[in-house]
């Protein structure tokens, strides 16, 4: 039992490169969230999605995409990276037993 | 490496004494309130909550105390380890869907 898996670990892009930010957890949770952490600062909601097949907007969406390919996967997408988004990014999941949600390793992004 | 930046709010104390760690919330509909901890390099772990309706709970060696009048949450950790060195981070329940909004965080320092 992994918990909550995330790849690539750590990743450097350029300006207007884009990515996508892999997030797999195999506990048979509904709910999964992608948070990004500043220095200095708590977490930021991205985005979540509460079930297979739905996605929603957190606090900051904007300049990333999320794609629920399934029950297990929720990848996070940026299309033209910018400066302001190096950042380290954090996939959580969350279902029974647990009431709160569980996090995975982060990855950390710079973006030059 | 660190997942936070370096001018967090930092408690340092001595290995056996007790900790006590203070956040405040902004929410008043909030209904959960929650601790996490981060060790460095990792994502946040979950380690207590405590429902609105509570004033104090008790975990093992962590006891969490919401004072609503004022809106502020504490954590007490019991007999400090070097293992307890980490960032804190309390976090509120926003709303049905389990969306969290986190604090910015206390980091916690444990001289042997």
């Known amino acids: 039992n992994a918990g909550v898996t995330q790849t690539p670990k750590f990743q450097v892009l350029k300006t207007g490169q884009s990515m996508t930010l892999q997030c797999a957890q195999d506990?048979?949770?509904?709910?999964m969230y992608w948070y990004r952490q500043d220095p200095g600062m708590g977490l930021r909601l991205i985005y979540y999605?509460?079930?297979?097949?739905?996605?929603d907007k957190g606090e900051v969406p904007n300049g990333y995409n999320v794609s629920r390919l399934n029950k297990r996967e929720f990848s996070l997408r940026l299309e033209s990276a910018a400066p302001s988004q190096t950042s380290v990014y954090f996939c959580?999941?969350?279902?029974?037993?647990?009431?709160?949600?569980?996090f995975g390793p982060g990855t950390r992004l710079t973006v030059t | 490496g660190e997942s936070v930046g370096l001018h967090l709010p930092t408690l340092s104390v001595q290995e056996g004494d007790n900790s006590i760690i203070n956040c405040a919330y902004s929410?008043?509909?909030?209904?959960?309130f929650i601790w996490y901890k981060q060790e460095s390099g990792k994502g946040p772990q979950f380690i207590i909550d405590?429902?609105?309706?509570?004033d104090k709970r008790q975990g093992q060696r962590v006891t969490v105390l919401l004072n609503k009048t004022v809106k502020h949450l504490s954590l007490q950790i019991a007999a400090t380890q070097p293992g307890d060195s980490a960032v804190y981070f309390c976090?509120?329940?926003?709303?049905?869907?389990?969306?969290?909004?986190f604090g910015s965080g206390t980091r916690l320092l444990v001289r042997p």
């Open positions: 959580a999941s969350r279902g029974p037993p647990a009431r709160w949600q569980y």
């Open positions: 506990m048979n949770h509904n709910s």
């Open positions: 999605s509460a079930s297979e097949g739905t996605t």
């Open positions: 929410n008043s509909a909030s209904d959960y």
């Open positions: 405590i429902r609105s309706n509570m």
């Open positions: 976090a509120e329940k926003v709303d049905s869907s389990y969306k969290l909004i």
